[in-house]
């Protein structure tokens, strides 16, 4: 099965994806994270993208259909995948659809106030890559990371500025790719507001149901 985890920055689409590959054994394939490790490796394609990521803007369409269609091109993501971050703009839909077309869209509903509570209090570990939150999710020692140690640090894209230029973006090109799964009959509504334990709990009955389904055939 081919799970596309959607919704806007903040909605929880990362933690609930990766919760998702544990359970059901499918590669969770991060946009973002792709992108980070090409910055880290100080590829030609990290170097092309560092600045666009740092001001909260979105990577070109080709560039982000490049990265991902390689990625649906190993192994690992022949019976399947769980995607995060991953279509944001109607063409990047159309190209996946060509790709390797998804089976069920997870929308995590949240609101603008909630994703600014969310984003502008997470820490990440630059070490082994670990995401905490100051409020929801705070490391035992302030600004160390739990699994390695290292210092916590604020990613350049979840300050004030660069979260409300991303919500933007969202609204003006992502938002519109609700009603393109809606029409393919793909998109699955989840409550994404409640605690965490909550929307896993709800995203896990309905992967558990559709999975059923289709194995029942």
């Known amino acids: 099965m081919r799970f596309v985890f959607f919704g806007p920055p903040g909605a929880g689409k990362g933690t609930m994806a990766a919760r998702a590959s544990k359970e059901f054994g ?7 994270e792709l992108f980070r490790q090409a910055i880290r490796d100080d590829s030609e394609l990290g170097r092309s ?44 839909a159309q190209a996946l ?13 949240v609101a603008d106030s909630t994703v ?29 990371c739990d699994a390695c140690g290292s210092a916590l640090y604020v990613r350049e894209d979840d300050n004030p500025a660069s979260i409300q230029k991303r919500l933007d ?23 994404g507001e409640g605690p965490a334990e909550k929307v896993w709990d709800d995203i896990r009955t309905i992967m558990k149901n559709l999975l059923s389904s289709v194995q029942s055939r």
Not at 26 to 32: A, K, M, R
Not at 97 to 109: A, F, N, T
Not at 173 to 186: C, D, H, K, W
């Open 26 to 32: 499918l590669p969770h394939i991060s946009s973002g």
């Open 49 to 92: 993208v560092k600045d666009l990521i740092g001001r909260g803007a979105l990577v070109p369409d080709d560039l982000t259909i490049n990265l991902i269609h390689q990625r649906l091109s190993r192994p690992d993501a022949a019976s399947g995948w769980l995607l995060d971050g991953f279509p944001r703009t109607i063409p990047q």
């Open 97 to 109: 659809s060509s790709i390797d077309p998804e089976d069920h869209v997870i929308d995590l509903e």
């Open 116 to 144: 600014i509570a969310r984003l502008s209090g997470r820490r990440m570990c630059a070490a082994c890559g670990a995401s905490y939150h100051v409020q929801y999710q705070p490391p035992a020692n302030p600004g160390r």
């Open 169 to 191: 973006y969202y609204r003006e090109q992502t938002a519109p790719l609700v009603e393109f799964y809606r029409s393919r009959g793909t998109l699955v509504p989840v409550d």
